[in-house]
């Protein structure tokens, strides 16, 4: 890799970046400094912890992290990490527990962190023997998580969030399918397929007839669209949803929340358009678009009227994603009365799938020594080249 510093600098605006990026080990190594121990990051759905003591576990970066409960209804994150001799405390990925009790000696931790037992046989100091604290914010049924010391001010993104989130009804939701993926490409080339559409004409056939994100630059969709827009916009406004916006550019640096209007015919994000839920939250009908949030480096949704899909990335490896994708409807949904999984899943599921194999097939692109940059598209790709500068703004501060 050489000097990181000069491999950042060297990087030329409006193109793809040198493959170290995406295979060297000392990058990655970087980023988790930069990025993965830093940012704030989607670790569960506030409904996974909907009771006292329900946690979820997960790795970030290499950092075993559990997300807790607390009996005042708050949800904390904690490092994973016993403070006796180090064993990891929660071996599940998901459960539910009274307090967080060590596998190895059975040192018991209350859900705030606080360590409970009797450890004047250790030399005593139990009030200073508590598990480590990450910082953790919940906002709108999304519970974000940073492991740095002095993470950056999330109080922007819970002002957008929490308004738009608040009507989704993420609160009151309950996961009603999940799919595990490893993708075998690195976390940036998995988000930086995300932040265009350019291949999706290509790529998602299904995704593309509910959705105008490819149409947007076509002048013969052009005046079906203006008209589309206008009448959405003045229909949300009577339902109380905001204005529509057809740009999927990120608001601000690393988190954007927007509704997008459905081509007609399409109610829902389903592979016929016909509604596959309940309508969720406090949605008056089923027809509300879709609203689509993006958060940097690891989380994307679509909410739809009856149901949301998120997206959540966490590295695995250099080469390596690890995708945790899950499909929420209203919690009093019941599956085979009030919808079917085979009907929920198939929109996501496959464009989420057609997405994994384009990514392997440009990470397996990027171990070539036949690859070199090449240009983004000036219009279409200028999400892609967002990202980017986002991610190189945030390696360089970190190595100036
Ligand atoms: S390592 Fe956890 S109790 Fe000993
Ligand atoms: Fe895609």
Wanted: charged residues 25%.
């Amino acid at each position: 890799m050489g000097d990181l510093l000069a491999l950042i600098e060297r990087q030329r605006a409006g193109w793809t970046l040198e493959a170290d990026f995406y295979l060297d080990a000392g990058v990655a190594a970087a980023e988790n400094d930069a990025i993965w121990h830093r940012r704030w990051l989607f670790a569960a759905h506030g409904c996974e912890l909907a009771v006292t003591g329900a946690f979820v576990t997960l790795s970030i970066a290499g950092e075993p992290v559990v997300v807790v409960r607390g009996r005042d209804g708050v949800a904390r994150a904690f490092a994973n990490v016993c403070r006796h001799r180090g064993s990891r405390i929660c071996t599940a990925a998901s459960g539910r527990v009274h307090r967080l009790v060590c596998p190895y000696h059975a040192w018991s931790y209350d859900l705030d962190g606080r360590l409970l037992s009797d450890v004047s046989g250790h030399g005593g100091q139990a009030e200073t023997l508590g598990l480590r604290p990450y910082a953790t914010h919940e906002v709108g049924g999304l519970v974000f998580v940073s492991l740095a010391d002095r993470p950056e001010d999330i109080a922007p993104l819970d002002r957008a969030f929490a308004p738009q989130l608040a009507p989704q009804g993420l609160t009151r939701a309950r996961i009603a399918a999940r799919a595990s993926y490893r993708v075998e490409a690195n976390w940036k080339v998995v988000f930086e397929n995300n932040r265009e559409c350019f291949h999706c004409p290509v790529a998602h056939r299904e995704y593309i007839r509910a959705n105008y994100d490819v149409h947007l630059t076509d002048p013969r969709r052009a005046e079906e669209i203006d008209a589309r827009t206008a009448a959405e916009a003045k229909r949300w406004a009577e339902l109380g949803l905001g204005a529509p916006s057809l740009v999927s550019d990120m608001t601000s640096e690393w988190y954007r929340i927007n509704r997008t209007p459905l081509v007609p015919g399409f109610v829902t994000e389903s592979l016929d358009g016909k509604p596959v839920a309940p309508v969720m939250g406090d949605y008056p009908e089923h027809d509300v678009g879709t609203l689509r949030v993006t958060v940097f480096p690891n989380f994307w949704m679509h909410g739809s009227g009856d149901h949301a899909v998120t997206t959540r990335l966490l590295p695995d490896g250099t080469g390596a994603t690890r995708v945790d994708v899950a499909w929420l409807v209203d919690a009093a949904a019941e599956e085979g009365r009030d919808y079917r999984v085979e009907a929920l899943q198939p929109f996501w599921q496959l464009t989420s799938e057609q997405d994994w194999t384009i990514c392997e097939n440009v990470q397996a692109g990027l171990r070539s020594r036949a690859y070199a940059p090449g240009p983004l598209e000036r219009v279409k790709e200028r999400n892609v080249a967002q990202f980017i500068a986002w991610y190189l703004g945030l390696m360089r501060a970190n190595r100036a």
